[in-house]
């Protein structure tokens, strides 16, 4: 019987087969030498899915790589049916000659990851429709509430999420970046991030997330699923 996983639980089910667990997903990414045979991963892992593709996987075919995620559209999150889809999709792709690689660590192109908007706001309520509207966007499955994130419909831009704010800050930014990374990543990426100029504001939530600033202030968060369960 399909059950929703823990964070804990999904992470540790997949690493193994080169799937990273972010923000309610498996991501891998299989690397390809051309359009041609990212396509034919593609049918390959929607093969493998079957009847449940439509409600599990999502796709993304380009010249150098596919990038795979899975998650119960159901459920908006991972489950025991996504745990066995990703296994069966490496099992096969591996057969084909491919390798899923969330390609972790310094040197790698990039690792899989998601990006989110934060909002600051005193009145989530009164701006979140008109996030809404002017960006196309719709009610994540099972969050329809007048403070709950936001979604692209169509799976290309980044979910927007709102930060309840206790007062005005007139000095600090109302918008930041959110970028959820494996858990792996979080160091290379905090470390190529100060090397590059930033500065590290805040660790005390860490590992479930790092805030981190440019050198006017600009602030983004690189962040993890560990640290959240519990």
Known sequence: MERKLS????????GGDGW????GTLQTSVPVGSMARGTG????????????????????????????????????????????LACRISAALGAAGFVTDPEVGAGAPRSVQLLEIAIDAL???????????????TDEAGADGPVDALVD?????????????????????RIHLDISVPHDEAPWRIEAALAAGGRLKSAGHAPSFWVLADAEGN???VTTWQGRDG
Request: some cysteine.
């Open 20 to 23: 990273r667990y972010i923000l």
């Open 7 to 14: 964070r804990q639980e999904a992470s540790d089910a997949v």
């Open 153 to 173: 419909p169509v799976g290309q831009g980044p979910a927007v999420w709102f930060q309840q704010m206790d007062r005005p800050r007139p000095q600090r930014n």
């Open 219 to 221: 602030e983004a968060c």
């Open 123 to 137: 009145d989530i309520a009164a701006i979140r429709p008109f996030w809404k509207a002017v960006l196309g966007y």
């Open 41 to 84: 991963v593609a049918a390959d892992a929607v093969a493998v899915c079957g009847d449940d593709a439509d409600r599990h996987l999502r796709v993304d075919v380009r010249p150098g790589r596919v990038l795979l995620a899975l998650q119960s559209t159901a459920h908006a999150a991972v489950t025991t049916r996504d745990v066995d």
